[in-house]
């Protein structure tokens, strides 16, 4: 039961291009997003993130969209650079209280290619 | 110079061994989580705990076990009884706060020989 999904294994994009990450989710009781950025043998680190009352959030080059109706997210690169290069995690963390509290889903990832 | 500390970074295991992957943290945070990744399968969550003494299993918690006696520690244990044992592993902790990140360690990579 996959309840944060990356239907796209990987994208590749030129470098000045816009890279788009999508990424769905089915439990409704997700109130918060992340996305993480992982070099091989390394931990994930923290990107950017938004709460279920926004529908952006803007970083720098990053922006995340949120679609709760479709529950969809997704994250905008502009413009992409090669250091960008590496897999992206969306990830879900349900409303406080209860036992999940802090506990987050991530999706399966999507290696992201930027060529010079 | 705050972060989280996994230990060793490449271990190898006989089969029918337990081994035990170090987790430790100085941020001062209460939540600590352990997860295993494999190729094309994301981060999976084996154990997560919000306080000292106490923890919870996670989605694949079955061959696994967890301490957690103090604040700055959360040891992983991977026993005999975890059928496929090969993975990259992670711990990362969190404030018990809401809508917060989580911050992850560098992974121990471990091998079933």
């Known amino acids: 039961d996959q309840q944060v999904k990356q239907n796209s294994p990987s994208l590749s994009v030129q470098e000045g291009r816009i890279s788009i990450l999508n990424c769905d989710y089915t439990?409704?009781?997700?109130?918060?997003f992340l996305w993480y950025k992982k070099y091989p043998a390394e931990g994930p680190t923290f990107l950017i993130s938004?709460?279920?009352?926004?529908d952006k959030n803007e970083d720098g080059r990053f922006t995340v969209f949120l679609n709760k109706s479709a529950k969809h997210l997704s994250l905008h690169i502009v413009p992409s650079q090669p250091g960008d290069s590496a897999v992206y995690f969306c990830?879900?963390?349900?409303?406080?209280?209860?036992?999940?509290?802090?506990?987050?889903?991530f999706g399966q990832g999507t290696i992201l290619t930027v060529h010079p | 110079d705050g972060g989280i500390t996994q230990s060793p970074k490449y271990l190898f295991r006989k089969e029918g061994q337990n081994v035990t992957l170090s987790c430790e943290q100085n941020?001062?945070?209460?939540?600590m989580y352990w997860y295993r990744q494999d190729p094309g399968q994301g981060l999976r969550l084996i154990y997560y705990?919000?306080?000292?003494?106490?923890?919870q299993k996670g989605d694949i918690a079955e061959g696994y076990s967890v301490s957690r006696e103090k604040k700055e520690s959360f040891p992983l244990t991977v026993t005999s009884a975890q059928k496929n044992p090969t993975a990259f592993y992670l711990c990362?902790?969190?404030?018990?706060?809401?809508?917060?990140?989580?911050?992850f360690g560098q992974g121990t990579r471990l091998t079933v020989v």
């Open positions: 990362a902790s969190s404030p018990r706060q809401p809508n917060t990140e989580a911050f």
């Open positions: 439990n409704s009781m997700f109130d918060y």
């Open positions: 938004i709460s279920s009352i926004k």
């Open positions: 990830a879900a963390i349900p409303r406080a209280g209860g036992t999940s509290y802090g506990k987050l889903t």
């Open positions: 941020l001062n945070h209460d939540a």
């Open positions: 705990s919000q306080i000292v003494n106490d923890f």
